[in-house]
């Protein structure tokens, strides 16, 4: 009787064995009638994700890649087939991305919308929809850092051909020469600084006042030329009248006159200069009177050779 109890223990516990991995078979195999495949395809490494890994959508846990294989018509194509729940909202706008999951490292397919096209995306087993995967944060940082060491490894080359002997030799010259322009200016400075001061001085507010009486004078002393100006205009106007006028009372029929008298008075002129000369060589004359002319050829007295 005791072997019989112990034989059905024995049979009792290999069914539940049974049972418990026929459980574990279907909870690690996952319900096939509920997801759908779907094929990222990618350019990128993807070191670190394996069949098995998550897919996530937005955070969420919705499948599990399920294969992983080059693409036979482009070796340079990697495509991982994912199995999604079908109640997950893809979209033709739904793009993947790689992303690790804390320090473990274990990577993880990411799903993410982009919004631009909200058309969803219908399954199709027998051809699978692809996604397409753009680059991790990983990669993203990777091109970056490489390519900020392109850069300042082409701007440690110029910088190297800026500062090159020749260069450093202009440069100090050119300090040096600042360093002589400052001290050459110096002294202008210093003068300007004391003109400045001078015309600090000199536009106080006493003679700035004093300025602006005077601009005050200014306004009627030009009105007051202003008037000068046309009454010498008036003046010119009548004079070129006169001029003009050829009547017995005009300026015109004063010229013949005007000439007489200039005639008399330089032949007046020419007999007073005469007399003036013959006073300045005899002054005696004018006690005496006149001396006598000296006589002339075939005159008595006349002396030959000028002699007086």
Known sequence: ME??????????????????????????????????????????NIGGLNPQAQVRYRGIR????????????????????????????????????????????????????????????????????????????????????????????????????????ENRQHLTATLANLESASANMKPALENLNGTMGQMKKLLDDRNIKNISVAAGEVGPLLAETR?????????????????????????????PRLNEMATDFSMTSRQLSRVLRILEDTPQGLVFGAPALPPGPGEPGFQTGGAK
């Open 3 to 44: 072997n019989k109890s112990h034989a059905f223990a024995a049979g009792l516990f290999a069914l539940l064995l049974v049972a418990a991995m026929l459980l574990a078979i279907y909870w690690l195999g996952g319900d096939k009638d509920n997801t759908h495949d779907y094929i990222v395809v990618t350019k990128q």
């Open 62 to 165: 919705v499948g599990k890649v399920s294969d992983i294989r080059l693409d036979p018509e482009d070796y340079s194509n990697i495509l991982v087939t994912i199995s999604v729940n079908e109640d997950v909202p893809l979209t033709r706008g739904t793009i993947a991305r790689l992303n690790y999951q804390g320090v473990t490292g274990l990577a993880h397919i990411l799903l993410l919308e982009t919004g631009k096209d909200m058309e969803p995306l219908e399954p199709n087993d027998e051809k699978p929809p692809h996604i397409t995967m753009i680059p991790s944060l990983l990669d993203e940082l990777g091109e970056t850092g490489a390519a900020t060491l392109r850069q300042a490894r082409q701007l440690m080359v110029s910088a190297n051909a800026m500062l090159s002997e």
């Open 227 to 255: 008037l000068l100006i046309n009454k010498m205009q008036a003046a010119t106007d009548k004079l070129d009248v006169a001029i003009g006028d050829p009547s017995a009372t005009g300026a015109s029929a004063l010229m």
